[in-house]
Every structure is written in C-alpha cells, then in structure tokens.
C-alpha cells in the first residue's frame, strides 16, 4: 500500500512535534537537575550544620540561645517570602496540580527563587519536611519559564511544566521512572504521549545531572534486603490493613493541622505560624538531634541494627506528632520523605512484635521496611504505581515488585473504603474553596437538596458532577450527621446536600441545581 506525500508530511510533523517536546524536556531537565542539585546540596549541609549546633548546645547550654535567635531571623525571613508569595508555602505539589488544572497562574520566576530560598532554610533547619514537594515545584517553575518562552500553546505550556515538575522529583531522589508516573498518575491524571516523552526525558537528564553531584548509591541504600518467603506473605496482608488504617488518620490529622494552627495562632499572620514549629524545634533538636530532618538517614540506620519494640513506638510518635507540626504550620517544605520514613518505622514496628512472637525471622524485618514505606504511601497518597516504582528506585532492587504491589494494593484499598482522598487533591481542593469563597459574595444562600432514590446524582462522586458556577458544596448530610464532602465523597440515595449559593444569582442557581437534581428520565 502506498503512502501518500500528503501522509509522509502529517507522520514527518507528528514525529516532529514529539521531538520538539523531548529535547525541551532535555533542556528542562538539565536546568531543573542543578537547581534542584543545587537545592538539595544546601539542604544536606544546613542540616549537617544544624546537628552540630546542637551537639554543641549539649555541652555549652547558653549555646541555645543563639540557636533561637538565628531560627526566629529565618521564621522572619521566610514569612516575609510567603507575605509576598503565598504559594511558595507548603510542599508545592497542589500548586502545581492547580496549574496544570488551569486553576492558578503564577510568576514562575517570583516562585522559583523564593521557593529555593525558603525552602533552604525551612528544610535545611531540621524540620520534619520532605525536599521533594519543593523540588517538584522548583522544576515546574523551571518548566513554566521554559514554556513562556518557547510555547504559545495552553497545552504546550501544561506539558512542559508537568516535564520539570517530573524533572524535580527525579533530581530530588534519583528516582526518573517514578518522578515520570507520579506526574502521569498523582498530578497530570493524563498519558498523554507528548507528557510522558516530555517528561521522561526530562526526568532522565536531571537524574544524569544529581547523580555527578552525588554519586551512583541509591537515596535509601538499606543494604541487602532478601528474598521473603511465600510462607510469610500472610504478613503483608495485616501490614496492608494497618498501614491503610494509620494512613486515613494521617490524612485526617494533616488536613486539619492548618486549621489547629488558626485556632491557637489566628492573631499571627499565616505567613508567620512558621515562627511556632521553628521555635518547637528547639526541645526537639536537643533532645533528638539524631530524628532531625526528612528521615533518610533514619531509614538507612534502621535497616542495620534490630530497634526495641518502644524505641520505635516513641519514634513513630515524635515523627508523627511534629511532621504535623511542620507541615501544618505552611513552612516550604514536603511530606513525601516524612511519610516514607513513618511507614519504615510502622514496618520495623510490626517486625519487632512478630519477631517477639517468632513469627517471622530477623533478618525479613528489611523486607517489612521496604514494603511499608510504599504501603504507607501508596495509601495516603492513592498513588499505588508511583509509591512501588518510587521505593524500588530509592532502595535500588528489583526483586520484590510483588510483595510491594501486594501491600500497597491492599492499604489503598483500606483507605479507599474508609473514604480518603489523594492528599495533594485534597490539599488542592481546601485551596480552590477559599478561591470560590472569594469569588461569592459575602451575602449569599444556603440551599439544602434532597437526594431522591432516582436522582441523577445517585452514586455518583462529587467530581463527576458539573456543579453551576458561583456555588460550593459544603455540606452532606446523612442521617443525623453532616459531613464536609471531597471530590471522592459518593452521594447515596436520602442523602441531603448543602450548597452555597452567591445570592446575587440565586434564583437562576437554585433552578439549575434542582435540573440536575432530576432523573434522567424527566427529559425523554
């Protein structure tokens, strides 16, 4: 069969297009490989200076007071950052949704420095906050400046941004394949053949960049971690459940550690709550110099040595307890190597009862480690490929692809069934409420609207429904309870929905929301 000029020149400009969008991913991630380089570089060596200050502190007490001073000038400081960008807060990733969602446009320069600067000295303070949120958001920034640059397209924009975002998880861990999917799955929620190449691409080049930095050893390098028997993979199951149990109350107490901090602290600007964790830090450095930072250095320590059954017990309080802390006080910083590290501690923890039992030999308590980091994950953030392929490269071995799968499956499915939501689309839906209570007026409506057994709205989830513009879902309530919804919430049959309406429209609202209330057959 022959082919066409005409069909030549459309295959030619396809293959085209593609490459374009590959070496801009090469360019992308190049540039995102050293600022992120860069970012993490200074990260380590802040950190490193920060637990020796405390060391110092041990034999010199008056030492602490120093120590206060010089982390209430970065509290300052990086209030000051978040008082002239907001967006800089936090880990970043739901900006970056939100943007790739066309929700939210930025000054990508405006982000990229103060985000690399704030999150510096909030990170590299000892802070229990991941660098790869950040990370992700400094690539994306990267990829925007890029994109204004070379792009007129909205799409061609989306697919460049998504590529550093990719780009700056990849320098962050080392990890190119799962800063890839995590994009696709977790953030783009698209496979797209021009996002992935993209992105691909750019997660390559800036892993090739971290890695002459920092070498060829693996972010988490745990030693050998063997083989687990069959036999034992009933393990997994009950690991599965517990870390999807303790993921939902993760998800819970996280979403509501900002609102905590306005409770106690609304007389402090937002931008300045940073001030409260920053000076918390101090008990905690003193006395736990060795729990500072992320985690990386706890996974690593843990794989090597047999921990008592308490010491990890208090462990997973502490980290649990300040992660929030931190994260909730709106700090730069992320919650992925936060998570990781609580979900080794769960691992270890189940692995020292069982061994206490004789359930399991010693040496598979690596194996439970590394199961339950992407166990824990994968439950919190609903993003079961991402957390497999991201622990496999972290750790660096290929072998336990199944008991990985098999834990994250079954915590997913826990968290599923109690009702949680992916935490960045949480996080991302709380911040496009407070956009759509900016947009209605400050006199508006509530309209309550039963759920009849044949409404259309019957078993479908709060995102599935075109919602009228200038209302907001605020409320359902089932029985004698009323709960806040998300975009996971599934309406049942007798359910009651509260809706803000802007009562400046309210009457051509009201009769839209009741349309769509209606059976489908009311309009055959």
């Not at 700090?331 to 190597?337: A, C, E, N, Q, R």
């Not at 490269?393 to 199944?402: A, D, K, P, R």
Request: hydrophobic fraction near 50%; proline fraction near 4%.
């Amino acid at each position: 069969m022959e082919v066409t000029m005409e069909q030549a020149k459309k295959k030619v400009k396809i293959n085209s297009a593609h490459l374009s969008y590959i070496l801009k991913g090469v360019l992308i991630g190049a540039i995102t490989g050293v600022v992120v380089g860069a970012f993490r570089w200074l990260i380590e060596k802040s950190l490193g200076l920060w637990k020796h200050a405390f060391q110092i502190a041990h034999q010199q007490p008056l030492y602490l007071l120093a120590i206060v001073v010089v982390l209430v000038l970065i509290g300052l400081v990086i209030g000051k950052l978040t008082t002239q960008q907001p967006h800089i807060s936090g880990s970043g990733i739901p900006e970056i949704e939100g943007q790739l969602a066309g929700k939210f446009k930025f000054n990508w320069w405006a982000i990229l420095w103060r985000k690399f600067v704030a999150g510096v000295l909030a990170i590299g303070s000892g802070l229990f906050l991941g660098r790869e949120g950040p990370s992700i958001q400094l690539g994306g920034a990267v990829g925007q400046g890029i994109a204004d640059m070379t792009e007129d397209s909205k799409r061609g924009h989306r697919v460049l941004i998504a590529s550093g975002a990719a780009a700056g998880l990849s320098a962050a861990f080392s990890a190119p394949i799962a800063g890839t999917l995590f994009i696709l799955e977790e953030v783009y929620h698209n496979f797209s053949p021009l996002v992935w190449m993209g992105a691909l691409s750019a997660s390559i080049t800036a892993d090739v960049v971290s890695m002459n930095v920092f070498g060829l050893e693996t972010v988490l390098h745990v030693g050998v971690v063997p083989g687990l028997p069959l036999k034992y993979y009933w393990h997994l199951l009950i690991l599965g459940v517990v870390l999807g149990l303790l993921g939902y109350f993760y998800q819970r107490i996280l979403l509501q550690s900002s609102v905590w901090y306005h409770k106690l602290f609304g007389r402090i600007s937002r931008a300045y709550h940073g001030l409260i964790a920053l000076l918390l830090l101090v008990p905690v450095g003193y006395f736990f110099t060795n729990t500072l930072g992320g985690g990386n250095v706890i996974i690593i320590k843990m794989a090597q040595v047999d921990p008592l059954i308490i010491s990890l017990a208090l462990l997973f309080v502490l980290r649990f307890v300040f992660s929030m802390i931190s994260y909730g006080s709106g700090l730069p910083g992320g919650i992925f190597l936060p998570i990781l590290t609580l979900g080794a501690v769960i691992g270890m923890l189940y692995g020292a009862i069982a061994l206490k039992f004789n359930l399991l030999p010693s040496k598979y308590m690596v194996d439970l480690l590394v199961f339950a980091m992407a166990g824990y994950f994968a439950g919190i953030g609903k993003a079961p490929f991402t957390a497999i392929l991201l622990v496999t490269e972290m750790v660096g071995s290929l072998q336990h692809l199944v008991p990985l799968a098999l834990t994250s499956l079954v915590a997913y499915i826990v968290v599923d069934l109690l009702g949680g939501a992916p935490i960045y689309e949480s996080l991302l839906e709380r911040m496009t409420v407070k956009q759509k209570l900016h947009v209605i007026s400050g006199k508006n409506d509530q309209v309550e609207l039963p759920v009849f057994d044949d409404s259309r709205f019957v078993g479908q989830q709060v995102r599935d429904i075109n919602w009228p513009a200038n209302t907001l879902l605020i409320g359902v309530r089932r029985g004698e309870k009323t709960s806040i919804p998300n975009g996971d919430t599934l309406i049942h049959p007798g359910d009651t929905l509260i809706v803000l309406v802007d009562n400046n429209f309210s009457s051509d609202v009201r009769d839209q929301l009741q349309k769509l209330n209606r059976p489908l057959e009311d309009e055959e």
